[in-house]
């Protein structure tokens, strides 16, 4: 069974690492290029140097978790003093979720509190852009043995059969996952 790998492609590889492995209080790994493993559940982060630019929304980003309306403030104010800012994707004004960039630009939201993610670590889901959420949820499924916990038109799932760590999310857009993250089953 392969496992899920997100990898982002940054102009500065190590920065970029070392500020998600603080931010989510997980470990760097150099030895093998910049990865920051999870200590409990979650998903791998890869970082790549590359000299493309980002210049729009990412296909792919991070939901991250929180246990409580007070806890997702907590985690919006320590990610804003780390240097992520609010970011603008066209959210409506009245979304329970905070939308925030990292210091590179990649978006990410802090999510309110879900029981559906309970078990899933600090990353609740790995978010993809596709135009067809059903097919590339049943092709992650197949490649890494991930199970389908929900399949809508404009919404697909998958959960690592364990129940432990963040769910990959499908949903519709036109757009698809292009941008500087990437999901890779390895």
């Excluded at 000299?51 to 104010?77: M, P, W």
């Excluded at 097919?135 to 991930?146: I, W």
Aim: aromatic fraction near 6%; glycine fraction near 8%; include cysteine.
């Amino acid at each position: 069974m392969a496992s899920i790998v997100v990898e982002f492609s940054t102009r500065e590889p190590e920065r970029l690492a070392r500020w998600w492995a603080e931010v989510l209080g997980w470990q760097l790994d150099t030895h093998a290029g910049f990865v920051v493993r999870p200590t409990g559940a979650g998903v791998l982060l890869r970082f790549v140097a590359t000299t493309r630019a980002k210049t729009a929304k990412n296909g792919v980003h991070l939901d991250l978790r929180s246990e409580s309306h007070d806890d997702q403030n907590k985690i919006v104010e320590r990610l804003f003093n780390a240097g992520a800012r609010f970011a603008d994707i066209d959210q409506s004004s009245d979304v329970p979720w905070v939308v925030m960039a990292d210091v590179e630009g990649n978006e990410l939201c802090v999510l309110e509190p879900r029981t559906v993610y309970a078990d899933t670590g600090p990353v609740a889901a790995v978010v993809i852009d596709t135009p067809d959420p059903r097919s590339h949820a049943r092709t992650l499924a197949a490649a890494t043995g991930m199970e389908l916990a929900g399949d809508r038109s404009e919404f697909a799932s998958l959960r690592p059969p364990s129940g432990e760590g963040p769910y990959v999310e499908f949903l519709e857009s036109t757009s698809g996952p292009e941008g500087m993250l990437r999901v890779l089953a390895e």
